[in-house]
């Protein structure tokens, strides 16, 4: 008995060191640390109409009552749940950096392996798109779309690491990682890890880089840094959203338009990929997205595609592009603590 | 003078006179053989008209001005443009043959069981008439993004047999199968009704599923 205890010590403590020191080099196929995401309920405040009163615009002539009125709505703030999402580090074997990583982003959370993905919620209200994007598109979009390929996700993941059982190995790793090794994915499981993990990850970067559009506010444009790239790349702002709307309005039958980075040459290029195809397999690091499948507008605009890409371009949020480039550009230079 | 001009610009606009000049005929959008709320509740008349009348139009138009260029490309001997319109070609003429067969597949007397000799060759060829809508309804619901699910016909082997295209990529140019059913399931195909809910749609279209249509152009196609 002593002799075992000792002996699974000395196991125990090797497996320990071993892996410690494999701790802070950038992914690669052997065990992760292993994150679960936590939902954390908070109560928010926030305007609602209680109600309205009314303003007299113009009194009778014939009488002392009023003839016409405006009727001015009238706000009162209420609270309500709202969930959040943060992953904490769930595994004992291999302990996690000491950190809680907070998702207040949707793609925030793609580097980390885990069981299960949630689907990122949104940054905003269904509603806080409009008159952009509708409410009824905002939903079925998020609840119908993006949770569909984020449960197909989960089981093909499922299936694959089930199928390999535990130990190291591409499947060991977080999705972001095995889209980026999508060929090396076995053929029985790529396809769905293609189409599932792509609409996971596609979505959560279309939805990050949108927010709501507050009225009267001026045309938004990118700041300083990201400007400059745009223009050093695309010549002016102007010519950049030509090229980038032109390419949405001829790319045909269901995909993405992109503004990516090329890491390799440091360039800006706008591309597109079909279906639910990620520009992460391509090596390549995305940091603005137009979801051009009939799904992103239909029921608002029906076949008049141009008129969505109008729209979204009024909801493209340059810090959270910028935001999402800096976050690209940690994750290569090998950062854990994104 | 002006006078003449005119003349001639209304005697060249006439279709049949440019036919005989030996001009290229345009392609027009052929016109459904029902209203567009016939199809009702399977497919909704809002679907059948944006389908229509703004989709299948503008696959039509966009065919004839790819043609004209492809025309132009051809008279000057540019084999490079040739090439590139190759795309344009395919989508838009694949997009105005998909959806002139659909229109026929379709009608508000469709449904219920297959008919004639296309009966006979289902049940030799999917053991039943549940398992071949089975096996076409998976069909057409697995296909990623935009595209088609066909029922076509194997002339060489003569069987019948399940296939999809993606995009507008027309079935027999594609995969030598001669089209004889096809279910549309681009999402413009259903969405406003049916949202994300594709395989409802899928599983509902049999209920406006022309037979006698079916069964004609497996005739025509055996011929």
Known sequence: ?338 | MLACVKLTQRVASHPGLLAVAGTRLKHTLPDLAYDYGALEPTISAEIMQLHHSKHHATYVNNLNVAEEKLAEAQAKGDVTTEIALGPALKFNGGGHLNHSIFWTNLSPNGGGEPQGEVLEAINRDFGSFENLKKKMSAASVAVQGSGWGWLGYDKENNRLSIAACANQDPLQATTGLIPLLGIDVWEHAYYLQYKNVRPDYVNAIWNVVSWENINERFLAAKK
């Open chain 1, 1 to 338: 008995m002593a002799v075992q205890q000792v002996f699974c010590t000395i196991i125990f403590v090797v497996t320990i060191l071993s892996n410690a020191s494999a701790q802070d080099s950038t992914p690669s196929p052997r065990r992760q640390p292993k994150w679960c995401p936590v939902e954390v309920q908070e109560v928010k405040p926030y305007r609602v109409r209680s109600g309205s009163r009314t303003e007299c615009r113009r009194a009778c002539t014939w009488n002392r009552f009023c003839c016409e009125f405006n009727i001015i709505p009238v706000y009162t703030t209420a609270y309500r749940q709202v969930s959040r999402q943060e992953w904490k580090c769930c595994d004992d074997t291999v302990p996690c950096p000491d950190k809680t990583v907070s998702v207040d982003t949707p793609y925030k959370g793609i580097q980390l392996f885990a069981d299960e993905y949630p689907v990122p919620p949104l940054p905003y209200e269904y509603d806080a798109l409009e008159p952009y994007i509708d409410e009824r598109t905002a939903r079925v979009h998020h609840l119908g779309h993006h949770a569909g390929y984020t449960k197909k996700m989960n089981a093909a993941l499922k299936a694959w690491r089930d199928e390999v059982g535990p130990g190291v190995g591409l499947q060991s790793n977080s999705i972001l990682h095995i889209l980026e090794n999508l060929d090396q994915v076995p053929d029985k499981h790529r396809t769905a890890i293609r189409n599932n993990g792509g609409g996971f990850v596609n979505h959560a970067i279309y939805w990050a880089t949108m927010s709501p559009r507050r009225e009267g506010e001026p045309p938004r444009l990118p700041e300083a840094t990201l400007a400059t790239e745009i223009i050093a790349n695309f010549q002016n702002f102007s010519n950049f959203q030509e090229q980038f709307t032109n390419t949405a309005k001829t790319l045909f039958g269901s995909g993405y338009v992109w503004l990516s980075r090329n890491p390799r040459e440091q360039t800006l290029i706008i591309h597109t990929t079909a279906n639910q195809d990620s520009p992460i397999s391509d090596k390549l690091r995305p940091i603005l997205v137009i979801d051009i499948w009939e799904h992103a507008y239909y029921l608002k605009h029906q076949n008049k595609r141009p008129d969505h890409i109008q729209d979204w371009w009024a909801l493209v949020d340059w810090g959270q592009v910028k935001a999402l480039s800096d976050w690209w550009a940690a994750y290569d230079a090998g950062h854990d603590e994104l």
